[in-house]
């Protein structure tokens, strides 16, 4: 995913695995263009977050990577957060489900 920020420009990749049983998402966001276009795409200075899933929760995709990013931004100013969140969401809607 490509998030077009005032601050810049970043990439942000998520995979999800399956590891001892459990589902992880990874996601690593770093600045500028991909090194390679392998995944991991081994560019330098690339931050990361993982999301692991209780064996209780069931595994949602939109909310594995929402969590692993949120966890890949931390060590960033706020301003830099915010932006890059906008981009995020602007290409990922929040999708309100019917309260039953
Ligand atoms: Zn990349």
Redesign the pocket.
Known sequence: MILDTSEGIY?A?SKHERKNGQTETVC?V?QG????NA?????PD?LTGTAKLSKHDVFCRATGRKVAFTKALASLPRELRRALWQSYLAQHPVVRTKAA
Do not use: L
């Open positions: 990439r990749h690593s770093h263009r991909c090194a390679s995944r991991p795409c081994g560019t690339t």
